[in-house]
């Protein structure tokens, strides 16, 4: 599956970096020169968004078939942390609403949890792992492997003592039993019964193919009172309307937590 992705910590409620991040995705997703080498060049196949803020005591979700670009909805730039994701369908996998990021799905202890992923895992593992954790979960094929992902992930956040832990055991165990694909970045928002938070992002990439890695690069963007993980067409596009900000890329497998 391939996306484009801005996970955003908005710390001083500042409206503008977040306004240029959305505005950079769109351009990104309309036009994505990383994305030429790899035989397309739109993210065309629907985009969502999460906007939590715990001061507001208010979630804010939303996800559509539309393009990005052609959809006047927009997350506001008054939260406090964002997932916001257009999607570019792969072969076979199921195309709508439904299919379009984020999935929120609910946790064993009432949480809920937010996924969304550029890349892709193999449904079929993903399934197979569930059903030996004896967790009920549709057929692979008739939803995408991401929603299976954010089951198992849900899954494991019940006897995990944070989201980034449970990210690295699932993704540790997805490459033990080669179900990952050549790219697996996942951003991943979590609400507990408290209004607790928690904002990770990981950073996968299994290829030395450099046309790959420059599509799949995470960066860290700093600026304004915003910090946030962006993949690599939003930060070219960003740089254009904001030349001044900190910007630098992952450059390794990680899991990386934004909040808190």
Not at 136 to 153: E, I, K, M, N, S
Not at 249 to 260: A, C, D, H, I
Request: with cysteine; proline share 5%; aromatic share 8%.
């Amino acid at each position: 599956m391939h996306c484009r992705l801005a996970v955003i910590k908005n710390i001083q409620r500042s409206p503008t970096l977040v306004h240029g991040i959305i505005d950079a995705l769109k351009s990104a997703a309309e036009n994505d020169p990383y994305a030429r080498p790899l035989g397309f060049t739109k993210h065309a196949d629907g985009w969502g968004f999460v906007a939590a803020d715990r001061e507001k005591g208010s979630l804010h979700f939303y996800k559509t078939s539309k393009p990005i670009w052609l959809d006047e909805t927009s997350p506001g730039t008054e939260y406090f942390l964002y997932i916001v994701h257009a999607r570019k369908a792969s072969t076979g996998m199921p195309l709508g609403v439904q299919a379009a990021h984020p999935y929120v799905v609910g946790v064993g202890d009432g949480s809920l949890l937010a996924v969304a992923q550029n890349g892709g895992v193999k449904a079929h593992i993903v399934s197979s792992i569930l059903d030996d954790m004896g967790v009920a979960h549709p057929r692979a094929g008739r939803v995408t492997d991401t929603y299976l992902y954010a089951v198992a992930l849900a899954s494991m956040l019940s006897s995990s003592d944070s989201l980034s832990q449970a990210i690295d055991r699932l993704d540790r165990m997805l490459e033990e039993k080669g179900a990952t694909g050549r790219c697996m970045n996942t951003a991943a928002l979590i609400i507990s019964p408290g209004d607790e938070m928690e904002l990770a992002v990981t950073r996968r990439i299994y290829s030395d193919d450099s046309r790959l890695v420059d599509y799949c690069e995470l960066f860290a963007v700093e600026g304004e009172g915003v910090e946030a993980v962006v993949s690599s067409t939003v930060v070219r596009y960003l740089e254009e309307i904001d030349p001044s900000i900190d910007v630098a890329p992952l450059s390794e497998n990680t899991v990386f937590t934004l909040y808190p």
